[in-house]
């Protein structure tokens, strides 16, 4: 599978999904949401500042597949060096079809109310485990 890191300004319309690593937990992302948009609407929480792609605090290692993002992400947040080297950042990030993504193990899911779902498990719009 070709990995593409970038493609500013696409603007995808349907549902896609994230796995998020080291916890093996995939979310649905609906259209229009973020990566931290799909993790916070399961209840769900992950490191962030800004969620305006403008600190960095997010930034997590695109593993495989392909994100978008719906506006221009400053390369002083984001360096070409670091989405050359598999950098992204899901507040702003959008998978284009399935696309996998590595937290930093200080950066592990946190569950907002009761757990996060189980290892390999596919979180559907409300949480619970399908
Ligand atoms: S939370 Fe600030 S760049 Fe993602």
């Given at each position: 599978m070709t990995k593409i890191l970038v493609q500013q300004g696409d603007h995808p319309d349907e549902a896609?999904?994230?796995?998020?690593?080291?916890?093996?937990?995939?979310?649905?992302?609906?259209?229009?949401?973020?990566?931290?948009?799909?993790?916070?609407?399961?209840?769900?929480?992950?490191?962030?500042?800004?969620?305006?792609?403008?600190?960095?605090?997010c930034k997590a290692d695109l593993v495989d597949g392909a994100v978008?993002?719906?506006?221009?992400?400053?390369?002083?947040?984001?360096?070409?060096?670091?989405?050359?080297?598999?950098?992204?950042?899901?507040?702003?990030?959008?998978?284009?079809?399935?696309?996998?993504i590595r937290l930093s193990e200080k950066d592990c899911l946190r569950a907002v109310f009761g757990s996060i779902p189980t290892t390999g498990a596919h979180a559907g719009d409300n949480g619970e485990k399908k």
């Open positions: 896609t999904s994230v796995r998020i690593l080291p916890d093996d937990v995939t979310l649905a992302v609906l259209p229009g949401e973020s990566i931290v948009e799909a993790v916070r609407r399961n209840g769900l929480r992950t490191r962030y500042l800004c969620r305006r792609g403008g600190c960095g605090a978008a993002y719906t506006c221009a992400i400053a390369g002083t947040v984001l360096s070409d060096a670091e989405v050359t080297d598999g950098k992204c950042l899901p507040c702003r990030a959008r998978p284009v079809g399935e696309a996998t």
